[in-house]
C-alpha cells in the first residue's frame, strides 16, 4: 500500500458517509423511499448496484479458488441460474413492482390467503432468511475481507489488547469495525438511496481495477509465451483448467442438474 491506495481507500469511506448524509432527507420521507428509494430508480442505476453486491470480497477468492482446483467449468455453478435471472428480470420483476411489495414478507402475505399456514412460512423465512442466511452470507464476506486486508496490509495475526468477554483484539479486527461503523452509518441514514449510490462508486473502483489488473497481466505474459502458456507452467495445472464444458465423469458426479 503506498499513498494513491489510502487516498483511494480514504475517498471511499468518505464519500460513503457524506452520501448518507446527503440522502437522509429524502430517505425519510417515508418507508417506500427508505427501502426501496421511491421505487424511483432507474433501471440501469437498480442494476449496477445488483451487480456491484455480487462483486464482494469473497467472489473472487472463491472463483480463483473454484477455477484453480476444477476447472473453468467450476463456473457452471452460477452460470445454470441465467435462465432465472432472465426471467426475473423481464417477468417477475414486473409483477413484484405492480404489487407495492416492499419485502419478500409482505408479497407472501398478498399472494396466499391469511392463515396459519402462511402466518408460519412468513416467520419460517423471515427468521431462516433473515437471520440464518444473512449471518452466513455477512460472515464469508467479512472472513474473505479480512484475509485480503491481512495480506495487502501485511497485518500481524498478534493481538493488540484484550476485552472482557469478546478476547484478543487485533488491527485486522479494528479495521473490519471502522469499516463495519460506516457501512451501518450510511446505511441507516439514507436507506437504498445510500447502498446504491456507493455500491456505483464500488462498481467503478472494482471494474477499473479488475480491467487495468487484466491489461498488466496480459502484457506482462507476453514475454512468457501468453496467458495460456504460463497457466499451463503454474503448479497445480491439470488438463480440465482451461475447459469451459465440463467431462462426462463430471457429470456424473451429482453436477448434471447444474450443467
Not at 405492480?98 to 419460517?124: G, P, V
Request: net charge negative.
Amino acid at each position: 500500500m503506498v499513498l494513491i491506495d489510502w487516498l483511494i481507500v480514504a475517498f471511499y469511506v468518505v464519500a460513503a458517509v457524506v452520501i448518507g448524509m446527503l440522502f437522509t432527507k429524502k430517505a425519510s420521507e417515508s418507508t417506500a423511499d427508505f427501502f426501496v428509494a421511491g421505487r424511483s430508480l432507474p433501471w440501469y442505476i437498480a442494476g449496477t448496484s445488483m451487480v456491484a453486491t455480487t462483486f464482494s470480497s469473497d467472489t473472487p477468492l472463491f472463483v480463483a479458488g473454484a477455477v484453480r482446483e476444477q476447472g473453468i467449468y467450476a463456473n457452471w455453478i452460477w452460470w445454470v441460474s441465467v435462465i432465472g435471472v432472465i426471467i426475473s428480470v423481464f417477468f417477475f420483476a414486473n409483477l413484484w413492482r405492480r404489487s407495492k411489495a416492499l419485502t419478500e414478507i409482505e408479497l407472501i402475505s398478498q399472494r396466499y390467503d391469511k392463515s396459519l399456514a402462511t402466518d408460519f412460512l412468513r416467520i419460517f423465512k423471515a427468521i431462516f432468511d433473515g437471520v440464518f442466511v444473512n449471518c452466513i452470507i455477512i460472515a464469508s464476506v467479512t472472513l474473505a475481507m479480512s484475509k485480503i486486508i491481512v495480506v495487502i496490509l501485511g497485518l500481524s495475526p498478534e493481538p493488540l489488547f484484550d476485552i472482557p468477554l469478546f478476547g484478543a483484539i487485533t488491527a485486522t479486527t479494528l479495521i473490519l469495525i471502522v469499516l463495519a461503523v460506516a457501512a451501518v452509518v450510511y446505511t441507516a441514514m439514507s436507506g437504498l438511496y445510500g447502498v446504491v449510490y456507493t455500491d456505483l462508486i464500488q462498481f467503478a473502483l472494482a471494474i477499473v481495477g479488475s480491467v487495468v489488473l487484466a491489461v498488466i497481466v496480459y502484457v506482462d505474459l507476453q514475454d512468457h509465451g501468453g496467458i495460456v502458456a504460463a497457466v499451463e507452467a503454474s503448479p497445480g495445472f491439470n488438463g480440465d483448467t482451461l475447459k469451459m464444458i465440463p467431462d462426462f465423469e463430471w457429470i456424473l458426479k451429482l453436477r448434471l442438474l447444474l450443467f
